[in-house]
Structures are given as C-alpha cells and as structure tokens.
C-alpha cells in the first residue's frame, strides 16, 4: 500500500509552453501533498505544500503565478509548469501524507518524480 | 527552523567493506528522522525511519540507523557495502507529516570493486 504515482515521468517541451503534471495516491486518501524540485546532484527542496480543497501554500521565492498546484480531491494534486523556460528544467517530486492507517500518518509516501526539460 | 546536515558530499568505499553515513539534525523537540536513497534519475526509496522508542532502526538492504540525542546525529551505517548500493543517500527531518520534511544535502556513495 501506500503508492504515489507521477506522470509524465518525463517531458520536454518548448520554450513558453505550459506543461501539467499529475501527483496521484493510488491506495490512500491524501489529504497533503507536497512538491519538491531537485536541481541536477542538489538536495529536493520544497516548493508548496497542498490540501485538499484549498489554496496551496508556498515557500519564500516560488511564484505562485508560473508553478499552479491545484489539490481538487484527495487522491489527485497536479502542478503546472506556466510559460516554462530552460531554467525551469528539473526533476519535480511529489510526496503525500494521508491517513492510511495510525502507524502511518505522520509518514510521507513519495512519487517517482516528473524530469521537465524546457528547450 | 529544522536543518539538516550531511558533512560528506561524497564518499567512496570498497566492496565488503563497512559504511557510515553521517547527518546531523537542527530541531528543537523530538524529530522524525528518515533516510532515503535515490538512484541516478529516480526517486526516492525510503530506508529507514525513526519516530520513537528504541534507537537503533532497521531498515531495509541491510542498512540501520541510530538516533543519538545527545549528539542531535542519526547517522546511517551498513557493514558490508554492495557495488548496487552506489547511490545518493539523503537524510531528512520532520516533526510531523503535517509539515514537508527538510532534507539534507545529500551524500553520494560510490563503491569500488
């Protein structure tokens, strides 16, 4: 149990394109979701938290208005990419804490991330 | 804020031999403390986690980890390295799952023959 799904797993795309990417909970309900961007041979670092049905919330220097996370249900949270540009090529993880049993809520699950490469 | 430390960019060690990865945590009450490994282009694999109780955890592929208070250290070790276990090992901090956990800068492992 306990599987998080990406897709694409990858995806190149022109430059001023958008470019969605999905962050599934297959066997449990989510009701956070995290995206992460990992720079080549860098650590993740956060760049939103979600909730299901609200408004995510962002880390200091990510534009809100470029990187669109929307958390419509609980097994579904996507991340678009607006107007993207070379330097928004990386490797985006998203990760997700639900409520699949009391030993595992305070647990992450994490997906297999998304490789954007923007021409 | 919480932090982590990993004072190893990179280490290399032979095959058979033993491992220690070491990190370091910033964190002002009881932490989860969690070790992943990622492979070239992939995600991240979870190894191992503390949460409570006994301080020595195992994890998966033969690795453990201890969680000393008193050096705020929760480093990772493995007594027989295997060349498949050439990764990026990162160890994260989090109080809760509330909140996104805080990684490490990460330790890649490179094993010899």
């Known amino acids: 149990g306990a599987v998080v799904s990406q897709h694409p797993s990858w995806v190149i795309c022109k430059s001023g394109t958008s470019v969605k990417i999905e962050c599934r909970s297959l066997?449990?309900?989510?009701?956070?979701m995290f995206w992460y961007r990992q720079f080549p041979k860098q650590s993740l670092m956060l760049m939103a938290t979600?909730?299901?049905?609200?408004?995510?919330?962002?880390e200091q220097g990510v534009e809100k208005d470029k990187f669109l996370i929307n958390h419509a249900s609980l097994t579904l949270s996507t991340l678009t990419v607006t107007s993207a540009h070379p330097e928004d090529s990386s490797f985006y993880i998203c990760?997700?804490?639900?409520?699949?049993?009391?030993?595992?809520?305070?647990?992450?699950?994490f997906g297999p991330g998304t490789r954007l490469t923007v021409l | 804020a919480q932090s982590v430390t990993q004072p190893d960019i990179h280490i290399t060690v032979s095959e058979g031999a033993s491992l220690e990865l070491r990190c370091n945590y910033s964190?002002?009450?009881?932490?989860?403390l969690f070790w992943y490994v990622q492979s070239p282009g992939q995600g991240l694999q979870l190894l191992l986690k503390?949460?409570?109780?006994?301080?020595l955890v195992q994890g998966i592929k033969g690795f453990e980890a201890e969680f000393k208070r008193s050096q705020s250290s929760f480093n990772l070790r493995k007594p027989s390295v295997h060349w498949s276990d050439a990764a990026e090992y990162f160890c994260?901090?989090?109080?809760?799952?509330?909140?996104?956990?805080?990684f490490g800068s990460g330790t890649r492992l490179q094993v010899q023959p």
């Open positions: 964190y002002g009450a009881t932490p989860y």
């Open positions: 990760s997700a804490r639900g409520v699949l049993r009391i030993l595992m809520v305070n647990e992450q699950f």
């Open positions: 066997d449990f309900q989510a009701t956070t």
């Open positions: 503390y949460f409570s109780g006994d301080t």
């Open positions: 994260a901090v989090g109080d809760t799952g509330r909140r996104a956990l805080t």
């Open positions: 979600s909730n299901e049905g609200s408004k995510a919330t962002y």
